[in-house]
């Protein structure tokens, strides 16, 4: 018989615990720190990229 989920699978008791879950300005850094960390590598693909087709011509 399945009893899914079990005692040993119950999340009861169990806290989870959200670090800037009440902050909007640490929402705003780290959306704006991803967006800047795309940019860059965005930024590093296109050069490598144009480097290469450069010395492959």
């Not at 899914?4 to 806290?15: C, Q």
């Not at 929402?27 to 492959?56: G, N, P, Q, Y």
Request: hydrophobic content about 45%; overall charge negative.
């Amino acid at each position: 018989m399945n009893t899914f989920p079990g005692p040993e699978n119950s999340w009861e008791g169990v806290d989870a615990y959200f670090t800037y879950a009440n902050s909007e300005g640490a929402l705003i850094f780290w959306t704006l720190f991803v967006i800047a960390l795309c940019v860059l590598v965005t930024m590093a693909t296109a050069r490598h990229e144009s480097d290469t087709a450069k010395k492959t011509k």
